[in-house]
């Protein structure tokens, strides 16, 4: 992380330092009090500094591509934060942290080592989550609670047709529900029980963008 950016805390509103060899984002990162943009996507690191969650107006967080296990226990204070992209990490779980996000709009969990989608997500503000090429088996009920969720994916990951909650088809917000690559064939889906009302939402949604 070059030190030097140090001279520029008051006025950078945009870092990219994506495709290097970072090892450590240190802890000066929290200084850069007007940064709205974040990208560290393809580097090695493997911890983020708990300084990274004084960024209040950070609204933009890409860190693809690296080879985080965790968040820090106070990512929760990245209060202004919409876009946050973690996709080819090795995370084993959704993080708690995420569902104290209000403004949260997109997630992309995607190509990590998440194994099951816990009650805390029921919480989550977030209008897309992606949780494709997981090794997600088990989703929790709590998910179909999500106040904002609209698309969720879960593409080729490890889920059996009985363990995917009937009440996202029934009773959700989701309009979108990708689960190609799964333990089970597509057309066995369309035979669940809130399948129509699933469709109801998805053909509403297709005319509104039409």
């Known amino acids: 992380f070059p030190e030097d ?12 330092l994506s495709n290097n060899k ?12 007007f940064l709205k943009s ?4 393809n580097n090695k690191l493997t911890a983020l500094p708990e300084e990274l969650c004084k960024l209040k107006k950070l609204e933009t967080l890409h860190l693809n591509g ?44 995607s190509k990590n080592q998440i194994q099951n989608v816990p009650d805390t997500v029921g919480e989550l503000q977030a209008i897309e989550l ?8 088990q ?3 709590q998910l179909s609670h999500c106040p904002r969720l609209k698309v969720l994916r879960l593409e080729e990951n490890c889920l059996e047709l009985s363990m995917l909650p009937q ?11 990708a689960v190609e690559g799964n333990l ?27």
């Open 5 to 16: 950016l140090q001279k520029l805390t008051s006025n950078l509103r945009t870092i990219d």
């Open 22 to 33: 970072i090892e450590v984002l240190p802890p000066l990162i929290g200084k850069f009090s």
């Open 38 to 41: 974040l990208a560290l996507n």
């Open 66 to 109: 690296n080879h985080l296990r965790q968040l820090p226990a106070a990512f929760g204070q990245l209060s202004a934060l919409k876009t946050l992209s973690l996709s080819g990490n090795q995370l084993r779980t959704v993080p708690t942290q995420l569902c104290g996000l209000r403004h949260l709009d997109v997630v992309d969990l």
């Open 130 to 137: 992606n949780l494709n090429q997981n090794q997600i088996s």
């Open 139 to 141: 989703i929790s009920v």
């Open 167 to 177: 009440s996202i088809l029934s009773d959700s917000q989701i309009s979108l529900l």
């Open 184 to 210: 089970f064939e597509i057309k066995k889906l369309r035979e669940l029980e809130g399948y129509d009302k699933y469709m109801e939402r998805f053909t509403a949604t297709k005319k509104k963008f039409a």
